[in-house]
């Protein structure tokens, strides 16, 4: 297997992953990196389960080869709670209104909401459904999800 | 086993350059989300892959006389121009209708057209609105118009040492109002069943110009002829639309089939609906 090395910043650190050129962002933050709160749903861009932010915008990380990942910055929902502990808004209000169930689909959702309210504090429910339309959800019917963003937006203000 | 080279030149004349000593084993990739789909589905790779995603400058949406898009530009991008939004609203429509936000932020125009689905979401605007396409290869530039680009299903006449620079539309479509409609099951990461993008100009009440595109009608992205001819010099009315759209469904203008996605018989109904409204959703933009 032909290897690359890849220096990136990966929730605020500097990081480096020597893994072969053909494995994705979500490989290696899972196998490599071993976060495993992105998930493989479909592995071919459908689910959004492995949903993370690169460069403040919500990316399929099961489709981003990781060379492609140089020099850029990531973020997964690993790097969303304070070093305390502490939960970001989003979590909280997923937590408050049973915005979770199975909690397979929870961080790609919360990481696609977290990168529409990073660039619109203020969204509408139907810019919260356009945002989260890639992100599937088998359990909730999305109606706590969308509440979920809303409650977090508000308590943003 | 899946095994690479994953190459990333930051200029177009290294790109060039690696597409001449890799020749066949090569592949061009720019977004992914085609590219990464197909090997993974295939379970086969091309032996280099040619990542041309550090070519930041062919990322613009411009207008000075024409309007200028560079062929890495992201659907995401066009999504949320103004001025594709208010001038182009066909391509605005198209764009945003493709796959999700995830998939539109690295998914490129470039890579739409170049992988030549029947069912792409650009494809049907960009014919129009008369784009022009602009390729680079060992022996220069050359450009052909939208409508020669597809030569059949997921194939172009794009070379396999030429890279699609820039997608150039006339301003001469600053006079035109424009409109799509994908016809789905779902509102997102759904190809369409059928797709229909009308562009005209009016004269008072008269159509004194329009170009009818249908996709996922026949093995490429298609204008249909046959209708525009009918609808020019008529006025804007249910009757002439109406049978436009039926036109537009015949067998002179396109080659419907049944699929998974749905049968012949239904997608020509779609047609026929579907042309006169988005005619007219075409004249009420321009008229804004």
């Known amino acids: 297997m032909k290897k690359v090395s890849v220096s990136f910043t990966l929730n605020g650190d500097s990081v480096k992953a020597e893994v072969p050129a053909t494995w994705t962002l979500l490989k290696t933050l899972r196998e490599y990196f071993e976060l495993t709160g992105a998930k493989e749903g479909c592995g071919v861009g459908e689910c959004g389960a492995c949903t993370v932010i690169m460069d403040g915008e919500a990316i399929n990380s099961c489709l981003c080869p990781i060379p492609e990942v140089e020099g850029r910055s990531v973020t997964t929902i690993e790097g969303l709670a304070d070093e305390d502990g502490s939960l970001h808004p989003l979590q909280d209000a997923f937590l408050k209104n049973n915005g979770v169930q199975c909690g397979f689909c929870t961080s790609g959702m919360i990481m696609s909401s977290k990168a529409l309210l990073d660039q619109n504090p203020d969204p509408t429910e139907d810019d919260i459904r356009t945002t989260i339309a890639g992100n599937f959800c088998r359990c909730t019917g999305y109606v706590q999800i969308v509440e979920s963003v809303e409650m977090a937006a508000k308590e943003g203000k | ?288």
């Not at chain 2, 040492?161 to 994908?182: C, N, Q, R």
């Not at chain 2, 015949?250 to 109904?269: K, P, Q």
Request: include cysteine; glycine fraction near 6%; proline fraction near 5%.
């Open chain 2, 1 to 288: 086993m899946i095994d690479y080279d994953y190459l990333r030149p930051d200029n177009l004349e290294e790109v060039l350059g690696l597409l001449k000593e890799h020749g066949p084993k090569a592949t061009l990739i720019a977004g992914g989300t085609d590219v990464m789909v197909k090997i993974r589905n295939t379970k086969k790779a091309p032996e280099v892959l040619v990542s041309i995603r550090g070519l930041k400058d062919l990322r613009y949406i411009e207008k000075k006389k024409d309007y200028h898009i560079g062929a890495l530009t992201t659907h995401r991008m066009l999504e949320q121009s103004e001025l594709i939004r208010t001038e182009l609203s066909a391509l605005h429509d198209g764009a945003s209708r493709v796959g999700s936000v995830q998939v539109r932020n690295v998914a490129t125009v470039g890579g739409n057209i170049c992988n030549a689905a029947p069912s792409a979401d650009t494809a049907g605007p960009l014919l129009v609105l008369d784009a022009i396409v602009f390729m680079e290869g060992p022996e220069g530039k050359r450009s052909v118009p939208i409508t020669e680009f597809f030569t059949s299903t997921y194939k172009t006449v794009l070379k396999k040492d030429e890279v699609l620079t820039e997608i150039k539309i006339p301003g001469e479509m600053e006079h035109f109002g424009s409109a799509y409609w994908k016809h789905s099951r779902r509102k997102a990461m759904n190809l369409p069943i059928l797709g229909i993008a009308v562009s005209l100009k009016l004269e008072g009440e008269i159509i004194s110009d329009v170009r009818i595109a249908l996709t996922v009608a026949a093995p490429t992205p298609v204008r249909a002829y046959k209708a525009e001819d009918f609808l020019k010099g008529k006025p804007l009315s249910d009757e002439a639309l109406n049978e436009a759209g039926k036109i537009a469904a015949s067998t002179e203008c396109c080659s419907l089939r049944d699929s998974l996605r749905g049968e012949a018989w239904y997608r020509a109904e779609i047609i026929e609906v579907y042309v006169p409204r988005m005619a007219k959703l075409a004249a009420e933009r321009r008229s804004k």
